[in-house]
Every structure is written in structure tokens, then in C-alpha cells.
């Protein structure tokens, strides 16, 4: 399994911008698919985004997000750095949740079930 940790949380108005970065330790990052997931106080965790491992053959979207931040919220890769990042734009109060990265092999998957490594989360606040 892959060590996860994610920073770059924290407190931000509506209609402002933040980076969640979730670095990984191990050497096999890259064979990975990630994901993005957050869980709001007394809501179920909520997928976010994936993104699909490098390399092989794929011919559709190496990235999938969940319908409430498609098109606000970007989901990228660094191999070499080993780190997966979530870039957040337009945020709105809602978006207010503990954010996690998670591990896994399979692309697109948006449950939970589908991850096998998890972070420990960081905190966004969004206020109005």
C-alpha cells in the first residue's frame, strides 16, 4: 500500500481559490489511481474526482469528477514528485468538508469501497 498525506486546507471566502496537494511515499505513485473525496459533519463521504495511473493503452478521460464540482475543481498528477493535487476554484460554502486522497486500481471509481490506501484529511472551510 502507499502513505498518504494531504496539507493545504483551510479557511477561504466564497468565490476564492485553493490547492490541496496529497503526497505519497512508496515507488509504485504513478501505477496508482487517485481520487479526491470529502466528507461534510453528519454526510456520508463524497467522491470528488479520480484520476487514472499512467501509462498503458486508455482512449477516454484519464480524470472523472463528481457532478457537484465538474468544471470548478481540477484533479492533476506529478509522478516524479509523487504528489496528487486538487485544485479548487469558485468555491462555494458548500464545498465546506474534510477532504481526503485515497489510492487504488481501479478507473473511474467513485465509491469508497474502491480505494485501498487513505489520508488522514485536511479541512476546508468555505464562508459566505
Known amino acids: 500500500q502507499v502513505q498518504l498525506v494531504e496539507s493545504g486546507g483551510g479557511l477561504v471566502q466564497a468565490g476564492g481559490s485553493l490547492r490541496l496537494s496529497c503526497a505519497a511515499s512508496?515507488?509504485?505513485?504513478?501505477?496508482?489511481?487517485m481520487g479526491w473525496f470529502r466528507q461534510a459533519p453528519g454526510k456520508e463521504r463524497e467522491f470528488v474526482a479520480a484520476?487514472?495511473?499512467?501509462?498503458?493503452?486508455?482512449?477516454?478521460?484519464?480524470?472523472y469528477y463528481g457532478y457537484s464540482v465538474k468544471g470548478r475543481f481540477t484533479i492533476s498528477r506529478d509522478n516524479a514528485k509523487n504528489t496528487l493535487y486538487l485544485q479548487m476554484k469558485s468555491l462555494k460554502p458548500e464545498d465546506t468538508a474534510v477532504y481526503y486522497c485515497a489510492a487504488g486500481l481501479s478507473f473511474p471509481a467513485t465509491a469508497t469501497k474502491d480505494y485501498e490506501s487513505w489520508g488522514q484529511g485536511t479541512q476546508v472551510t468555505v464562508s459566505s
Open positions: 484520476i487514472r495511473w499512467s501509462g498503458g493503452s486508455w482512449s477516454g478521460d484519464t480524470s
Open positions: 512508496g515507488r509504485t505513485f504513478s501505477s496508482y489511481a
